[in-house]
């Protein structure tokens, strides 16, 4: 098995519930870090899920936390994900929240 630390998924927040990072097939992740940069001029609601395969979203900060405009948030809570998990997420305006987030897949 090897284990790759990178960036694994980065981009905009969608306006709606979206899949953000899939766990590929044979590989076990760990995600330590997820960055959020609120780019618009007036504060965004976020929200981030965590959905095991087969599973139901639950919510992994607090419901529709307001993040302030031009404001960094950072969750660095280790989140372990098997094959086919997902982390999910949202936002009110499309594409003004960028994100990145990191850890290492085991595959």
Same mark, same amino acid.
């Given at each position: 098995?090897?284990?790759?630390?990178?960036?694994?998924?980065?981009?905009?927040?969608? $306006?709606?519930?979206? +899949?953000?990072?899939?766990?590929?097939? !044979?590989?076990?992740?760990?995600?330590? /870090? %997820?960055?959020?940069?609120?780019?618009? $001029?007036?504060?965004? +609601?976020?929200?981030?899920?965590?959905? !095991?395969?087969?599973?139901?979203?639950? /919510? %992994?900060?607090?419901?529709?936390?307001?993040?302030?405009?031009?404001?960094?948030?950072?969750?660095?809570?280790?989140?372990?994900?098997?094959?086919?998990?997902?982390?999910?997420?949202?936002?009110?305006?499309?594409?003004?929240?960028?994100?990145?987030?990191?850890?290492?897949?085991?595959?």
């Amino acid at each position: 098995m090897t284990v790759t630390i990178k960036s694994l998924k980065d981009g905009q927040l969608p $306006s709606s519930k979206t +899949t953000l990072y899939t766990v590929p097939a !044979a590989t076990q992740t760990v995600i330590n /870090r %997820i960055r959020l940069v609120n780019t618009n $001029s007036t504060a965004e +609601t976020i929200n981030l899920y965590f959905k !095991a395969s087969g599973g139901t979203s639950r /919510r %992994i900060i607090p419901e529709d936390y307001s993040l302030a405009a031009k404001a960094l948030f950072v969750m660095d809570d280790v989140l372990t994900m098997e094959v086919s998990d997902v982390v999910e997420g949202d936002t009110t305006t499309v594409s003004k929240v960028d994100y990145v987030i990191s850890g290492a897949e085991n595959s």
